[in-house]
């Protein structure tokens, strides 16, 4: 039990020190902007520590924009900037690349999608000149689109048909959300995967890849004027046109709560809990962070201590609150021990969600979620990789890179009586949809 | 969810065993200058000053893994592990786990067969609190009772949690089927039998006899003062007595001859995991290099052979890749991949076509040039963060190999020719001497796949254990 002087003390430490790591975050690591005359906005951030480049564009277009009957074109879409443009044909990007030394990969998600390349210095231009080619002028191969829609499919089955936490996952964000476009999966449904056409992707292009629906972040060994100059030689001459219309559809609000039970083959059962949360950037963001963090992260967290450690019902208990334009959910997953009725697990969780709901957290829980948080907060700043999307992350999400550097500053200013406000805004049985997997043989599931 | 190109996934083998690799061009990679020092007990200790964020890291690699775990006790090294921070002679676990959150620091440890990994990281300002809970953990472990029944319980249910996804465990499946009752057979976290048969004497005894400071190599990387930093660890791990450390001999598997198939049955699968392979190369064996670039090209990267005939020619697969997972002894080498029931055959077909290619036609002079400039340009990335460095000191230290494995490693990526990875594609890439693992359908796929050898073997996926079953072991 520490004396009040030892923690106002403490407490002041703290704060310098998210402050301090805030300042040299913007000291050490500049970032230069410039809009493209086409509307591309440009971050770089120069850093020679090792001789490699990361270069994200971050297309504001993902699930979100696309309708029922051709669901998970945007993912598809991602898959598809790989097959062939008009300079680097069909399995030439990755040939030339690969044999340059760079790799590369991209993700899609609700919002999103993200084209990430790994690259030494000397395959700068090259890379510039083959994001160009494809912003431009991909082409669609009709066997590549069915070779590729083959490939997807099998990531389907990987991913989720053959794979218990992607079912539930799937499941729950469809039950969660009646009207949003939320609702269906980023992978797509398969009815629909397996019906895409070309005019499909043809649409999608010119909906979502247009330059000023773009950002492009650039950190490593570059300097920021060469990095125009090639903007300005491959990138700024491609024409712009109209960024996707916006997702007007609004999630009304959950009433009551929903539940949804998948029965299968399992050696274990699964729980997952979503509970609506408002969209990245929003004036709860940090308090309902700050409130994961005391609640799930590390053995010492209330609900691993409760689940895990004392009432021994669950291997693990977890929480995940991704970026989001719109508003979304935070998710809660538990994996109970074999022969453990998941609402064993449902009943703790909830018992220990009244117990912030209805009193604040300690000082000693606040300040170790905030050390907690800086700790996170290096290693978003410690590889070129890391900064890269943490950076386009933050422009897309929160409107504005800078955010980012004043995150620190943000933690530090959260209160106990923030962290329960925002327990008691969101984590009530009426905001939660409960998605249980129940092994089919319940006399083998006992132990 | 997020969904990509290429998740870059694991197998269920315990790590991939990526080669270290040069940069192209006018710059050469080099490590770091860093410091040795052995402290008079034996503990080698590795110094590596890194600025940029302010962050120490820990890495300790002790000799001793699942390879050493007696028979019937798959599980015992990688329970010990796991129990170092859960009660020592200053805290118990929920005091551990409490002042390491409160700094926001991280504190693990991993089993292979050969190497026990524990590690740590924390901000510069408490790393004087850090390796106090560091040392305690590693010097001072008690395995109160309570934590031993509760730890081994959780990973009970965690290996029988892990069948119900296929790509967490066909390696496992894998690695028994190919070396059977081989040390490098066994499961690292145990079965449903040994981990039952595990009691807090063996734990105590194994914790003895391998936890030695002789046994133990340190890495400390990050934003410190070597002098000062010397001194602390002189004080915190100094004090631990000297033992003699056990050695572990691990017998040389050829590889097997002949074809066998082990199909395990699932029958809500809608999609065939499958490994092929047979035993391939140790981690110092001299031709380690050759074989990362050959395997490069085969299996290592997006426009490997195996991936461009599976996935971007064919659609057959969201990815199909080969590595070589070396260890002290030589470990496996596997072609792995997945593919909807109805296109097994299919899928496992052009594997072996694309491996018999290989054979056949060797590597161009361009194949090696564009594989060679691949490793070099994407390794730098690997050697970034402190605790990237202190993992591969830690781990070169360990098994006898030296700072020229990153320093000279251009050269010798360089050196490969054709006719050099002619040698070495027939020397440790199988050809006709194969091992095949399935999960999947086998009322769909069982008889179809019977074309593969002859010899062949089937499980249920809910049978306990992976191979050689639990019931004919001793």
Sequence with gaps: ?447 | MTLGKFTGRLSGLAMVFVLVAGVSGAQSIHLPPHEKVVLKNGLTILLLEKRGVPLINLTAIVKCGAAADPAGQEGLASATADLLRRGTTKRTAQQFAAELDYMGGAFGTSTSFDFTNVSAEFLAKDFAHGLDLFAGALLHPIFPQNEVDKLLAQVLDGVKGAKDNPQSVIGLYYQGYLYGSHPYGRSEAGNELSLKRIQRDAILKFYEANFVPGNVILAVAGDFQSVEMKKRLEDALGVWPAKPAPRVVIPVMAPLKGKKLLLIDKPDASQTYFCIGNVGIAETDPDRVAVDVVNTVFGQRFTSMLNKALRMESGLTYGASSSFDSHKAPGPFVISSFTKSETTVQAIDLALQVLAKLHKDGLSFDQLASAKSYIKGQFPPSIETSSQLAALITYYESVGLGDDEVNQLEARVDAVTPEIARRVIEKHFPLDDLVFVLIGKASAIGPAVEKYAEKRDTRAIEDPGFWPPLAAQK
């Design chain 1, 1 to 447: 039990m520490r004396s009040s002087w030892l923690r106002i003390a403490a407490l002041a430490m703290l704060w310098s020190l998210l402050l301090a790591a805030a300042r040299t975050a913007a000291q050490e690591y500049p970032v230069t902007e410039r809009t493209l005359k086409n509307g591309m906005k440009v971050l770089v951030q120069p850093d020679h520590s090792i001789p490699n480049v990361a270069l994200y564009i971050f297309y504001s277009v993902g699930s979100r924009n696309e309708r029922p009957g051709t669901t998970g074109i945007s993912h598809f879409f991602e898959h598809m900037m790989f097959n062939g443009a008009k300079k680097y044909g069909p399995g030439e990007l990755d040939k030339v690349m690969e044999a340059n030394g760079a790799s590369n990969n991209a993700y899609t998600t609700c919002d999103v999608t993200v084209y990430q390349d790994w690259f030494p210095h000397s395959a700068l231009p090259l890379i510039f000149d083959i994001e160009a080619d494809r912003i431009r002028d991909l082409n669609f191969d009709p066997q590549k689109i069915q070779s590729e829609r083959e490939v997807v499919a099998s990531e389907r089955r990987f991913s989720v048909d053959n794979n218990d936490s992607g079912i539930l996952d799937e499941q729950l964000w469809a039950t969660a959300f009646l009207a949003h476009p939320y609702q269906w999966p980023v992978i797509g449904w398969t009815s629909d995967i397996e019906h895409w056409t070309i005019e499909d992707l043809k649409h999608h292009f010119e909906m979502g890849y247009s330059p000023n629906n773009a950002i492009m972040v650039v950190v490593g060994d570059v300097s920021s004027e060469e990095i125009f100059q090639l903007c300005e030689k491959f990138i700024e001459p491609i024409p712009s046109h109209a960024p996707p219309p916006p997702v007007t559809t609004v999630e009304p609000e959950q009433l009551g709560e929903r539940r949804l039970v998948v029965h299968k083959r399992a050696e274990l059962p699964l729980l997952f809990i979503g509970y609506h949360v408002p969209q990245t950037g929003s004036p709860d963001f940090y308090a309902l962070n700050i409130l994961r963090t005391v609640l799930f992260q590390g053995e010492s967290s209330r609900m691993y201590q409760r689940l895990v450690d004392k009432d021994q019902v669950a291997l693990s208990i977890s929480s995940s609150m991704g970026p989001a334009l719109n508003p979304s959910l935070a998710i809660i997953a538990a994996q109970p021990k074999q022969g453990v009725d998941p609402q064993v697990c449902e009943k703790a969780v909830y018992e220990e969600l009244e117990r912030v709901r209805n009193g604040p957290i300690t000082d000693q829980e606040l300040e170790k979620a905030k050390n907690i948080r800086l700790m996170e907060f290096y290693h978003q700043m410690r590889t070129i990789n890391e900064r890269a999307n943490t950076i386009g992350t933050y422009e897309v999400f929160f409107g504005d890179y800078h955010k980012l550097f004043q995150a620190a500053k943000n933690y530090a200013a959260v209160t106990q009586e923030d962290v329960q406000r925002a327990a008691k805004a969101y984590f009530g049985a009426n905001n939660r949809t409960v998605a249980t997997l129940v092994p089919d043989d319940q006399e083998k599931a006992k132990p």
